[in-house]
Nanobody, 113 residues
Framework: QVRLVESGGGLVQAGDSLRLSCRAS????????MGWYRQAPGKERELVVL???????RYEDSVKGRFTISRDNAKNTLYLQMDRLKPEDTAVYYC???????WGQGTQVTVSS
């Protein structure tokens, strides 16, 4: 059974940084394309960024140049470094396996102006 546990969220001010982590278990982590997704209040969950098994990445336009995804396959862990945060980045952030409906509990990121 796939289990995803996100952590690292918090309340910060605009311009600050946060680093999110996602610990995965129940799958051969290194083989899968992983992603970070977010869901703002009253909105659908949306893709933020993907990272393939080879390390290739694809970012949503609004986070390009500010967010950096990485993975440590030895630790089965996915990371999201978020810099120059904006109030519109406020959301619950989830990690996920591309094409899967398995989700963790998410981690809340709140950016005040």
């Amino acid at each position: 059974q796939v289990r995803l546990v996100e952590s690292g969220g918090g309340l910060v001010q605009a311009g600050d940084s946060l680093r999110l982590s996602c610990r995965a278990s129940g799958l051969t982590f290194a083989r899968y394309t992983m992603g970070w997704y977010r869901q703002a209040p009253g909105k659908e969950r949306e893709l933020v960024v993907l990272i393939g098994s080879t390390g290739s990445t694809r970012y949503e336009d609004s986070v390009k140049g500010r967010f950096t995804i990485s993975r440590d396959n030895a630790k089965n862990t996915l990371y999201l470094q978020m810099d120059r945060l904006k109030p519109e980045d406020t959301a619950v952030y989830y990690c996920g396996v591309q094409g899967s409906s398995n989700w963790g509990q998410g981690t809340q990121v709140t950016v005040s102006s």
